[in-house]
């Protein structure tokens, strides 16, 4: 889970100002968690400290933290602001950037199925918006359970053909069907957390969402560095943290 918030983290500064580097410093002064991050640790809370109530836990977080870093996408933040927030059919990457916590949550593969779907229904109920949430959760629980190689074997199912990660080439597409074949082409190449980050941002487009998609798969496979580990949750606060800290299966350092 805390790949994904990583992700986002080194991801933000570049979301609307791209690099085409790989040797960008990781953390600045200019990063910042956004909505991914809170996304993410609301579907944490709801299974935590909730009913799995999604929507439910979803709505309280973006409302306790509704001024994030580059803003609430438009149909979200209305979303967000609703008394009587209702599903909206949405095939954004948002539903797959927030379900890092369910791949490792729940001990089969048909429970990371329902419980990813489950995540993406108040927002993203679109069949787009749903495979790509759960093509995400699955992705870490394959990778936690056996490794990089049939992880990617078995996402052929969802995504059979990939994006080669090409730096500065990939244009912006907030679409599960266009974020979810350059994430699995970013795994398919690196050969290490810090390095998948790296490509994530570095192929441009979404940085932000595309680091916290590859940041939550590549720590199941890889890992994460104390050192990353460290910088990435002097971002975050305490609320936050708390959080995380009783997501089993995940270390602070």
Known sequence: MLGAIIGDIIGSRFEFNNTNRLDFELFTPACSFTDDTICTIAMADAVINGDKDYGKKLHEWCNKYRYPMGGYGGS???WVASDNPQPYHSFGNG???RVASIGWLFDTIEEVRI????????TH???????????????????RKYGKTEMLAAMTQYYPQWVEPMLGNNRFDETCQGT???????INKATSFEEAIRYAIAVGGDSDTIGAIVGSIAEAIWGIPDSIKA??????????????????????L
Do not use: C, R
């Open 95 to 97: 539903s797959a950037m």
């Open 231 to 252: 910088k990435a949750l002097a971002y975050l606060p305490q609320d936050m943290i708390a959080v995380f800290k009783q997501t089993p299966n995940q270390k602070i």
């Open 180 to 186: 979810m074949p350059v994430v699995f082409g970013i």
């Open 76 to 78: 979200f933040a209305q």
């Open 115 to 122: 419980e990813a779907e489950n995540t993406a229904l108040p």
């Open 125 to 143: 109920n679109h069949p787009e918006g749903i495979k790509g949430a759960v093509a995400t959760a699955e992705a870490i629980f394959l990778a």
